[in-house]
């Protein structure tokens, strides 16, 4: 049997510049599932996505679903796309299988936290001889330099190339902080220790979840628990918010990261991955 792709519609040409095109999986003619595909609205025609791909029920398990994803990437690279990128459900994991095994890297995971109710008393306290503080705009520059650059060098060590790279950080930073330290609903949080700057928290609560934006605490104080006790601010901020859950985003390369969040009690909601297209 043959598994192809039928054009469901024609390749559209979107108002934010990108395309994208709807398309059935057929065995022999016959329909047994749908793929969507698009480019990037970030990074330009070069980058490609598989938004959706969905095998009709009697029809998996039989390589359906392998043979689609690897016609769309042929379509992608007709398109001209150098690299295809895709999201993953945690609770799909036939699709996260599929995704290792035809060669897709996992760049980073959506990680989760419910939050219920709890009392004032239940709130966490700081580790003693730090305190909390807001950021002051003399410091809010180099923060922002070093969030950049940081960024855009593991998304680079992931495979983005730089200008890619570049502006994807750009874009997210920008549509978090638009307004900087003004921001309405965001806080940055300097943690000191005797007096001195250790760490850091970027928190942020424009819809449920709120989100942790950026966490990051100085290589000579981490293995402390420093880390650990600025994601339970997060926790008391959220709750002070009024949001029932907490979200983060974590590259996946970030071991420690990743164990400390799980030790916390997230869970992963999606799995981003990418593969280049050669």
């Known amino acids: 049997m043959t598994t192809t792709l039928r054009p469901a519609r024609p390749v559209r040409d979107e108002a934010d510049g ?33 938004n959706a791909l969905a095998i009709d029920e009697p029809e998996r398990h039989r390589g359906r679903g392998t043979v689609a994803a690897l016609a769309a990437e042929e379509v992608l690279r007709q398109w001209g796309c150098t690299r295809v990128e895709t999201t993953v459900g945690a609770d799909m994991p036939h699709a996260l299988r599929m995704a290792a095994a035809l060669g897709y890297t996992e760049r980073n995971r959506t990680m989760r936290l419910p939050l219920p109710d709890a009392p004032e008393a239940a709130r966490h306290a700081l580790p003693q001889g730090t305190t909390l503080r807001p950021m002051r705009e ?15 060098a593991t998304l680079t060590g992931a495979g983005l190339p730089p200008d890619q790279a570049a502006s994807e950080e750009a874009a997210g ?30 928190w942020i609560r424009l819809a449920d979840p709120s989100w942790v934006a950026s966490v990051e605490i100085d290589p000579a104080h981490r293995g402390q628990g420093l880390g650990r006790a600025l994601m339970h601010v997060a926790e008391d901020l959220t709750r002070d918010g009024g949001a029932s859950a907490l979200a983060l985003n974590v590259f996946a390369a970030n071991t420690p990261a990743v164990r400390l969040y799980e030790s916390l009690g997230y869970r992963p909601t999606d799995h981003h991955f990418g593969k280049p297209l050669l």
């Open 18 to 50: 990108s395309r994208s095109a709807l398309y059935t999986v057929c065995v022999n003619s016959r329909p047994v599932g749908a793929v969507t595909l698009s480019t990037h609205r970030r990074h330009g025609p070069a980058v490609g996505r598989i």
């Open 138 to 152: 003399e410091e809010y520059d180099a923060w922002r330099a070093h969030e950049r650059d940081t960024y855009i």
């Open 173 to 202: 930073f920008d549509q978090a902080f638009p307004a900087g330290l003004a921001t309405p609903g965001v806080a940055i949080l300097v943690l000191e220790r005797d007096g001195a700057p250790v760490g850091h928290l970027a």
